[in-house]
């Protein structure tokens, strides 16, 4: 996703906070002040834990939001409990499981190592989300070979 903030000057990256680990308060932080440094309605775009990100930051606040397109999203058991290593985050372990206020495309992978077809599948439908199969794309990123992703930016494209 990165590729694309530096191919399109109008695309604006929320800054990754330093870690890891992965502390969803501070990504969520993170997100509000870019949405709320610009007033024009934002398409959100975020991959693997971004998006979790993205749907704790929409269960928390409201803002200029016309979309989202949501990659590959992890899967988070709902019974899971973080152990004593893992980052104090309150209660951003759950994911919320409501409908997101804004039209969302999720893109889910056959063989994502982090999420079943299904899991993946369950988080489109809490989410009112749209579900796009991407077949046997791994988790969809560089290490899974992807480069340049043209099908992306094409979904991209019908949230305008």
């Not at 890891?20 to 440094?37: T, Y």
């Not at 990659?71 to 058991?77: C, I, R, S």
Request: charged share 20%.
């Amino acid at each position: 996703m990165n590729r694309w903030a530096e191919a399109h000057p109008e695309y604006h990256w929320a800054p990754r906070p330093p870690g890891p680990p992965f502390v969803v308060k501070d990504r969520v932080a993170a997100l509000q002040e870019a949405i709320a440094a610009d007033d024009e309605p934002a398409i959100l775009i975020a991959h693997s834990a971004g998006c979790l990100a993205t749907v704790v930051w929409a269960s928390r606040y409201t803002g200029p939001v016309r979309a989202a397109l949501l990659v590959t999203p992890p899967y988070l058991d709902p019974d899971w409990t973080p152990g004593p290593d893992d980052p104090p985050d309150d209660d951003a372990w759950v994911v919320p499981d409501q409908k997101l206020p804004f039209r969302t495309i999720v893109v889910a992978s056959r063989t994502d190592p982090y999420a079943t077809f299904d899991q993946t599948q369950r988080y489109a439908n809490d989410w009112g989300a749209e579900l796009i199969d991407a077949g046997n794309a791994g988790h969809l990123g560089t290490a899974d070979g992807y480069g340049p992703w043209p099908e992306g930016e094409r979904l991209v494209a019908t949230l305008r």
